[in-house]
T-cell receptor, first 111, second 113 residues
Framework: DAKTTQPPSMDCAEGRAANLPCNHS???????VYWYRQIHSQGPQYIIH???NNETNEMASLIITEDRKSSTLILPHATLRDTAVYYC????????????FGKGTLLTVNP | DAGVIQSPRHEVTEMGQEVTLRCKLI?????LFWYRQTMMRGLELLIY????????DSGMPEDRFSAKMPNASFSTLKIQPSEPRDSAVYFC???????????FGSGTRLTVV
């Protein structure tokens, strides 16, 4: 699976959009981009994933650049409960279905 | 759906004792993963199963660790004998292969003294 690079930490004001970047310049054509988050003392939580097209669900939006070398997770209206470590993972899927977590980005939402 | 259920939530044991961690998968999920999390090493994949069969156990630290899936809905992770360096939070996660993301349990916080 391709390696990802994320900033170690970011801050966001409550009610504003949080935009979390991820670089995955070595991604191959059949690899998906997954986002998870881990709130303190809880298990990681799946947020969203995508291959080429932008994706949106009730939690967030995922924007993938046309060359697929980077992506951005958008939390449109961040709340204090969104303070967590956010992990961007590139993964092929299929039969080799294991995810490797890096260090992620600690997002702190401030009042 | 009750989600992935892990037990116990907390375990404190003495060095040398056997420890068994338990995980109940979400109904219909056919892949099961055990992770360990520490401050130093982050989230590490220990082992994963597809359809009750162990697929990759390369992350299991040593022979003291073993994992089983006696049926499609249940798994155990055993440490025998336990050591202080095994202290960590152990998570299990399940998924239906090829569909969406993993669902993680709440974890077991293991302390070996």
């Amino acid at each position: 699976d391709a390696k990802t690079t994320q900033p170690p930490s970011m801050d966001c004001a409550e009610g504003r959009a949080a935009n979390l970047p991820c670089n995955h310049s070595t991604i191959s054509g059949n690899e998906y981009v997954y986002w998870y988050r881990q709130i303190h003392s809880q298990g990681p939580q799946y947020i969203i994933h995508g291959l080429k097209n932008n994706e949106t669900n009730e939690m967030a939006s995922l924007i993938i650049t046309e060359d697929r070398k980077s992506s951005t997770l958008i939390l449109p209206h961040a709340t204090l409960r969104d303070t967590a470590v956010y992990y961007c993972i590139v993964h092929r899927g299929g039969s080799n279905y294991k995810l490797t977590f890096g260090k992620g980005t600690l997002l702190t939402v401030n009042p | 759906d009750a989600g992935v259920i892990q037990s116990p939530r907390h375990e404190v044991t003495e060095m040398g004792q056997e420890v068994t961690l338990r995980c109940k998968l979400i109904s219909g999920h056919n892949s099961l993963f055990w992770y360990r999390q520490t401050m130093m090493r982050g989230l590490e994949l220990l082992i994963y199963f597809n359809n009750n069969v162990p697929i990759d156990d390369s992350g299991m630290p040593e022979d003291r660790f073993s994992a089983k899936m006696p049926n499609a809905s249940f798994s155990t992770l055993k440490i025998q004998p336990s050591e202080p360096r095994d202290s960590a939070v152990y998570f299990c996660a399940s998924t239906q292969q090829g569909v969406g993301g993993y669902t993680f349990g709440s974890g077991t916080r293991l302390t070996v003294v």
